[in-house]
């Protein structure tokens, strides 16, 4: 008796249930877009990947429409369970795709005008809508469970997590408020009610992230910016008016700490000349007087630069003005004369005694000013090393055709020491900004000292180089003039040396 020949075991479509072959095509298509992710995932947000992204959950689409599935229909409680199960997982799979796909092209048009991370708390809560969108489709759709008792569950946890987590709402409920009426975005610079300040590097659910100048990360909850005062400095575009408290002893003169200040304006190169400051006396005490002042700053400086020099400024016009008007000080040849004041001021002379101190303010001649008159121009040698006593003086020069101020010496700052210490010829135009008074030391008595004290030529050379390399002196460039500090103090010396007939 021989036994039955065994059939052939084959692989292909007889193998499978006749109601699953009309599944082929969709579960090919779901396989491809799996391939497709993991593909897209080595990739930049981009148009590339949106479209690739695009055309596989199309061809998944259409290879459910081919064979006649719909993601809103419920599979047929008639068919077999390898049948149901394999169409859920394919609609669960589309929806989910869905919700994925329409979240890449909303990022490709947020990417267009590089709003990323400007957006990114919107991109949170449309990609969480997404999805809770395809939730609730699967669960009403693929699983065919009636919304009404899902809501009625989720509103019971709702309740229960609404208690336990009321800080975290009310950050979250913020967080959409901050989002909606956009009293700041990510890049703008707030001032919050504590003082703190900084730029804005992200909105997220919970809070909002400051970084300060210093680059310490303030990450303050949106519920406490909602209640507070922020103040959005970046906001309407164009400059900010900056106000600055300043406090003067009552036995100062409200007019004359008024003058100092608004000549304080004056000297700072970052402060718009229009519209003009205002300086108002806010309040009178007995232990000080307080002023407020309001200017604009220059988009091309520093705010804090600006304010230093500023704050600087105002002391130094106040100190001059109180120095020129007490009668203890008029005299020369004393240590509180205003003559030596400025001697003192000068740092190339830091070095030498409280005699051939006296002796340079001896010479100190004084020359009267009135707006706009030169003092030098570009290109000349200066005769003189120059002290400003009172006023402003301005430093100008050309760049492209243009007038552009570079610098303005207030009170006790002093110019024009390159001609008289070494011969070299200015690179600015100076002239009065407003009246001023200027106290010249002559070449003559700087001349003098150097042949009394030859070995003063490294030190005022040093020192000259110093200002340089600061960019204080103005010195006009020269073809042997080197640029590292140490060989510019060897450059300056060798000019020292030249021009007064030194040989050291």
């Not at 190339?348 to 001896?362: K, M, T, V, Y």
């Given at each position: 008796?021989?036994?039955?020949?065994?059939?052939?075991?084959?692989?292909?479509?007889?193998?499978?249930?006749?109601?699953?072959?009309?599944?082929?095509?969709?579960?090919?298509?779901?396989?491809?877009?799996?391939?497709?992710?993991?593909?897209?995932?080595?990739?930049?947000?981009?148009?590339?990947?949106?479209?690739?992204?695009?055309?596989?959950?199309?061809?998944?689409?259409?290879?459910?429409?081919?064979?006649?599935?719909?993601?809103?229909?419920?599979?047929?409680?008639?068919?077999?369970?390898?049948?149901?199960?394999?169409?859920?997982?394919?609609?669960?799979?589309?929806?989910?795709?869905?919700?994925?796909?329409?979240?890449?092209?909303?990022?490709?048009?947020?990417?267009?005008?590089?709003?990323?991370?400007?957006?990114?708390?919107?991109?949170?809560?449309?990609?969480t809508l997404l999805y809770l969108t395809a939730a609730v489709a699967i669960i009403t759709d693929v699983f065919d469970i009636p919304l009404k008792g899902v809501l009625a569950t989720s509103g019971a946890v709702a309740i229960v997590l609404g208690l336990?987590?009321?800080?975290?709402?009310?950050?979250?409920?913020?967080?959409?408020?901050?989002?909606?009426?956009?009293?700041?975005?990510?890049?703008?610079?707030?001032?919050?009610?504590?003082?703190?300040?900084?730029?804005?590097?992200?909105?997220?659910?919970?809070?909002?992230?400051?970084?300060?100048?210093?680059?310490?990360?303030?990450?303050?909850?949106?519920?406490?910016?909602?209640?507070?005062?922020?103040?959005?400095?970046?906001?309407?575009?164009?400059?900010?008016?900056?106000?600055?408290?300043f406090q003067a002893p009552p036995t100062c003169r409200p007019s004359s700490v008024v003058t100092a200040l608004r000549l304080a304006v004056v000297s700072c190169v970052g402060i718009e000349p229009a519209p003009p400051a205002s300086i108002v006396t806010?309040?009178?005490?007995?232990?000080?007087?307080?002023?407020?002042?309001?200017?604009?700053?220059?988009?091309?400086?520093?705010?804090?630069?600006?304010?230093?020099?500023?704050?600087?400024?105002?002391?130094?016009?106040?100190?001059?003005?109180?120095?020129?008007?007490?009668?203890?000080?008029?005299?020369?040849?004393?240590?509180?004369?205003?003559?030596?004041?400025?001697?003192?001021?000068?740092?190339?002379?830091?070095?030498?005694?409280?005699?051939?101190?006296?002796?340079?303010?001896?010479?100190?001649?004084?020359?009267?000013?009135?707006?706009?008159?030169?003092?030098?121009?570009?290109?000349?040698?200066?005769?003189?090393?120059?002290?400003?006593?009172?006023?402003?003086?301005?430093?100008?020069?050309?760049?492209?055709?243009?007038?552009?101020?570079?610098?303005?010496?207030?009170?006790?700052?002093?110019?024009?020491?390159?001609?008289?210490?070494?011969?070299?010829?200015?690179?600015?135009?100076?002239?009065?900004?407003?009246?001023?008074?200027?106290?010249?030391?002559?070449?003559?008595?700087?001349?003098?000292?150097?042949?009394?004290?030859?070995?003063?030529?490294?030190?005022?050379?040093?020192?000259?180089?110093?200002?340089?390399?600061?960019?204080?002196?103005?010195?006009?460039?020269?073809?042997?003039?080197?640029?590292?500090?140490?060989?510019?103090?060897?450059?300056?010396?060798?000019?020292?040396?030249?021009?007064?007939?030194?040989?050291?």
């Amino acid at each position: 008796m021989t036994k039955p020949a065994c059939k052939p075991r084959t692989w292909g479509i007889e193998m499978l249930d006749a109601t699953l072959v009309p599944l082929t095509l969709p579960v090919l298509a779901v396989l491809l877009n799996l391939l497709t992710l993991l593909w897209c995932a080595r990739m930049e947000d981009g148009l590339p990947r949106t479209l690739l992204r695009c055309v596989a959950f199309g061809l998944l689409t259409a290879a459910m429409f081919h064979a006649h599935m719909t993601p809103t229909q419920t599979p047929d409680l008639s068919a077999s369970a390898e049948y149901r199960f394999t169409r859920g997982a394919v609609q669960i799979v589309w929806w989910l795709l869905a919700a994925s796909t329409a979240m890449t092209v909303v990022r490709l048009y947020f990417t267009i005008d590089d709003r990323t991370r400007k957006e990114r708390f919107t991109l949170d809560v449309l990609e969480t809508l997404l999805y809770l969108t395809a939730a609730v489709a699967i669960i009403t759709d693929v699983f065919d469970i009636p919304l009404k008792g899902v809501l009625a569950t989720s509103g019971a946890v709702a309740i229960v997590l609404g208690l336990a987590l009321q800080s975290t709402l009310a950050d979250l409920f913020s967080g959409f408020v901050i989002n909606a009426t956009t009293p700041y975005r990510v890049g703008d610079h707030i001032v919050l009610d504590d003082g703190s300040e900084g730029a804005v590097r992200e909105v997220t659910w919970r809070a909002t992230h400051v970084l300060k100048s210093n680059h310490d990360l303030i990450v303050v909850p949106n519920s406490v910016i909602a209640k507070s005062k922020v103040i959005n400095t970046s906001v309407p575009d164009g400059a900010h008016a900056t106000v600055v408290k300043f406090q003067a002893p009552p036995t100062c003169r409200p007019s004359s700490v008024v003058t100092a200040l608004r000549l304080a304006v004056v000297s700072c190169v970052g402060i718009e000349p229009a519209p003009p400051a205002s300086i108002v006396t806010k309040e009178v005490g007995w232990q000080a007087i307080d002023y407020e002042v309001t200017f604009f700053i220059s988009g091309q400086h520093s705010s804090d630069e600006t304010l230093n020099t500023f704050f600087d400024a105002a002391h130094r016009h106040l100190e001059a003005l109180a120095f020129l008007s007490s009668p203890s000080t008029a005299g020369d040849g004393h240590e509180g004369s205003v003559s030596r004041r400025l001697i003192d001021s000068i740092g190339i002379f830091g070095l030498l005694s409280n005699e051939e101190r006296d002796q340079l303010a001896a010479a100190l001649e004084v020359r009267e000013l009135a707006p706009g008159e030169v003092l030098l121009r570009a290109g000349e040698v200066p005769a003189a090393i120059s002290v400003v006593g009172y006023g402003v003086i301005n430093a100008s020069t050309q760049r492209d055709g243009q007038t552009v101020d570079v610098m303005r010496f207030s009170p006790c700052d002093y110019f024009g020491e390159s001609g008289p210490v070494a011969g070299v010829a200015t690179a600015a135009n100076i002239s009065a900004k407003t009246q001023a008074i200027v106290f010249e030391l002559p070449k003559a008595a700087i001349a003098a000292l150097l042949k009394r004290h030859p070995g003063l030529t490294q030190a005022l050379a040093a020192k000259l180089a110093e200002r340089e390399q600061r960019g204080e002196a103005l010195m006009q460039p020269r073809h042997d003039m080197p640029a590292t500090p140490h060989g510019l103090a060897a450059w300056v010396a060798r000019c020292v040396e030249a021009l007064h007939g030194l040989h050291l």
